[in-house]
C-alpha cells in the first residue's frame, strides 16, 4: 500500500514549455486534489476531483489543466509555463471517513523550477 | 470569506510546552485539523477537533477549540528535537468538494 506517490519529484522547465504532474493513490480514494505550496503562504487549492471522470477549479486554477480519467490517478497540466508557477506541488486524496471526517492523504510533493 | 492566520516561527527548548495558535474566520466550519510537515515531505494528519467541541486530547497533543473567539491552539507536551518542523491548521466546511483551507503554517523549532 503505497498511499499517494506523484511523479516527477523535481523538474525544472524553461517558460513556455509544457509537462504534466501525475498522482497515483491506491486507497480507492474518491476525492483528489491538487495544492501548490509557496513560502509564507500554506497550501493553495488549484483543482480538485469528486470522482472519475469530474474536476472542478480551486483557488488558483489559471495556468493549470487536470484529469481524472481513472479513478486511481489525478493529472495536473501546465500547457505553457511561466515563473510565477515556480512552486512546490502537492497532491492529496480522501474519502468520507466515520463521522464525515475529511481527513486527507498527502503525496511527498513535486519541486518545479521554471526558468 | 475564508482565512486561516497563523504566527510564522515559535522556538522552544527541548522538554517545554510548545503552544501553536490559528484563528479562522468562517463560523460554518465543521472540523478543524493540524497537519505536520518535514523537511523535503508532505503534510501528515496529527489530529483534528469537529467544531462541537472545546477540547481533544491525544497523548501529547491538546488540541484547545473556542468558537467564540475562533481561535485554536496546538499544544505539545515535553517537546522533542523530532517535533521540529511546520504546523499547519486547516479547516474544512461540509460541502461537495470537502476541501481544506490552509494557514500559511508555523515552523517549529526545538532547542537542545
Known amino acids: 500500500n503505497a498511499g499517494v506517490t506523484q511523479t516527477p519529484k523535481f523538474r525544472v522547465l524553461k517558460t513556455g514549455q509544457s509537462m504534466t504532474l501525475l498522482c497515483a493513490q491506491d486507497m480507492n480514494h474518491e476525492y483528489m486534489y491538487w495544492y501548490r505550496q509557496d513560502p509564507g503562504m500554506g497550501l493553495r487549492l488549484i483543482h480538485y476531483?469528486?470522482?472519475?471522470?469530474?474536476?472542478a477549479k480551486g483557488e488558483v486554477p489559471d495556468g493549470y489543466n487536470v484529469s481524472r480519467l481513472k479513478k486511481q490517478n489525478f493529472l495536473l497540466g501546465l500547457e505553457s509555463a511561466a515563473p510565477s508557477q515556480t512552486s512546490v506541488y502537492f497532491c492529496?486524496?480522501?474519502?468520507?471517513?466515520?463521522?464525515?471526517?475529511?481527513?486527507?492523504?498527502f503525496g511527498p510533493g513535486t519541486r518545479l523550477t521554471v526558468t | 470569506g475564508e482565512d486561516v492566520e497563523q504566527s510564522l516561527f515559535l522556538s522552544v527548548r527541548e522538554g517545554d510546552s510548545s503552544v501553536i495558535n490559528c484563528t479562522y474566520t468562517?463560523?460554518?466550519?465543521?472540523?478543524l485539523y493540524w497537519y505536520k510537515q518535514e523537511p523535503g515531505a508532505g503534510l501528515q494528519l496529527l489530529t483534528y477537533?469537529?467544531?462541537?467541541?472545546d477540547m481533544k486530547q491525544d497523548q501529547r497533543l491538546t488540541v484547545l477549540l473556542n468558537k467564540k473567539d475562533k481561535h485554536l491552539s496546538l499544544r505539545i507536551a515535553d517537546t522533542q528535537t523530532g517535533d521540529s518542523a511546520i504546523y499547519f491548521c486547516a479547516e474544512a466546511q461540509d460541502t461537495g468538494r470537502r476541501a481544506l483551507t490552509f494557514g500559511s503554517g508555523t515552523r517549529l523549532q526545538v532547542q537542545p
Open positions: 477537533i469537529f467544531s462541537n467541541m
Open positions: 492529496a486524496s480522501s474519502s468520507p471517513g466515520t463521522g464525515g471526517i475529511y481527513e486527507q492523504y
Open positions: 468562517d463560523s460554518s466550519s465543521t472540523y
Open positions: 476531483s469528486v470522482g472519475e471522470g469530474t474536476t
